[in-house]
């Protein structure tokens, strides 16, 4: 059983950054990917980035290429989202998301295993 649970969201004005991390426990196989999504009120769940757990495979979605970057720490299970220049339209619960599937990492129903999710509020 794989478990995520993710942290480090909170309240920031536009502009600003956040770092969140997701904590994993259970099996991590080494083609695995992990995701991060997000969802805000009245909107379906959005890709956000995603990265394999080896190797250097990653990808971001259009809205946040510059602005936010995914990264890993194989040592710690842990995975992050650091994201700068930080705007309201980027208001969500921000979830973590794992899945040992070869292709479809921006798609959410390739991942079984989710985090609780954390919320992240931007200000104007």
């Known amino acids: 059983q794989v478990q995520l649970a993710e942290s480090g969201g909170g309240l920031v004005q536009a502009g600003g950054s956040l770092k969140l991390p997701c904590t994993i426990t259970?099996?991590?196989?080494?083609?695995?990917?992990l995701a991060w999504f997000r969802q805000a009120p009245g909107n379906q769940r959005e890709f956000v980035a995603a990265l394999r757990w080896t190797g250097g495979n990653t990808r971001h979605a259009d809205s946040v290429k510059g602005r936010f970057t995914s990264s890993k720490d194989n040592a710690t299970n842990t995975i992050y989202l650091t994201m700068n220049v930080l705007k309201p339209e980027d208001t969500a619960i921000y979830y973590c998301?794992?899945?040992?599937?070869?292709?479809?990492?921006?798609?959410?129903?390739?991942?079984?295993?989710w985090g609780q999710g954390t919320q992240v509020t931007v200000s104007s």
């Open positions: 998301a794992t899945s040992h599937a070869l292709s479809g990492m921006n798609m959410a129903r390739q991942y079984p295993y």
């Open positions: 259970g099996r991590i196989f080494s083609g695995s990917a």
